[in-house]
C-alpha cells in the first residue's frame, strides 16, 4: 500500500485512507499508538490529526 496515502497533502481527501482503516484489524492499538506519542500529522487508526487532537483534550478533561 502507497504511504502517502496515510499523509494526504492539505486539501486531499481522507476517505481513502480512513477505508482502509476501518478494515484494519489494528485500528485500535494503531490509533492508541498514535496518541501516545503524539503524531502530528498523517492518519492513524482511523483519525486524522484534527481529530486526534480532540482525542487527548478530551481525555485531559475527563483526568481534570
Given at each position: 500500500?502507497?504511504?502517502?496515502l496515510?499523509?494526504p497533502?492539505?486539501?486531499?481527501?481522507?476517505?481513502?485512507?480512513?477505508?482502509?482503516?476501518?478494515?484494519?484489524?489494528?485500528?485500535?492499538?494503531c490509533?492508541?499508538e498514535?496518541?501516545?506519542?503524539?503524531e502530528?500529522?498523517g492518519?492513524f487508526?482511523?483519525?486524522?490529526e484534527?481529530e486526534?487532537?480532540?482525542v487527548?483534550?478530551?481525555?485531559?478533561q475527563t483526568?481534570?
Amino acid at each position: 500500500m502507497d504511504a502517502e496515502l496515510f499523509f494526504p497533502d492539505r486539501g486531499q481527501s481522507l476517505a481513502p485512507a480512513k477505508a482502509i482503516c476501518a478494515t484494519c484489524p489494528v485500528r485500535t492499538s494503531c490509533g492508541d499508538e498514535a496518541l501516545v506519542n503524539g503524531e502530528k500529522f498523517g492518519i492513524f487508526g482511523g483519525m486524522s490529526e484534527r481529530e486526534r487532537r480532540r482525542v487527548r483534550r478530551q481525555r485531559r478533561q475527563t483526568a481534570a
